[in-house]
């Protein structure tokens, strides 16, 4: 009434990557944490979230630990009358241990139409990354790239990218990336990304209760706004 308007948070309804299993990896470290992680989530607008845990050299999660973790989380939810859908996947960092769990047709924890996140080493650009994921796409799977955008190793070029594009590989761009949370190079990349209808999911990749805040301004940018009222963004799907 005074010409003060909130700004509006619109959110991509499926939030497709974040860290939410209590302490198995470099996310959220206790259930009451989580918790409010996901309060928070409910809060800005999300309906549900698939939680990717790393399964990386670091965090050598198994996915019963994963799936374990996940239940204990939603019977916290269900007794404090949480009303909110969280699933279950993992990060998957590509190296020959993931190649050796595909080629031996080990399961892989997806999340709706065979979707796979995986990332790569944000320093080096990996030997065997398109061959692996060539492998999991002749599997049936869809390998989505977690946050293209933060991949140091491309000096700012995209031009890896476009090719794993071209191959088929889908890209989940980090939210807070469109305002600079990770820098300028990962939000010029973002922009880029978004400029070329090359971004097929949004992610938070929250990690902890304190990036909320980056989260919320990241909700509130234009290109975020476009990309949630587009038909091309995946996330909506997964409800
Ligand atoms: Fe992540």
Redesign the pocket.
Known sequence: MFGWKKKELTTPVVDI???LIPAIDD?VRTLDKSIEVVKAFSKIGFQKAIT?P?IHPNYPNTHDQILEGLEVLQIKLLSERIDFEIEAAA?YFVDDIFMEKIKKKEEILSFGSNYV?V?SSFINKPLFFETCLFELQSKGYSPVL??PERYRFLEGDIEWLQQLKEMGVLFQVTISSFTGFYGKMPQKIAKTLYEKSMVDFL?S?L?NNDQIRFLREGLQNSMVHKLCASPGLRNKSLL
Request: avoid cysteine; hydrophobic fraction near 15%; charge should be negative.
């Open positions: 990557h974040s860290h996310g990717t790393h990060e996140l990332e977690a946050h992610g990749d990690h």
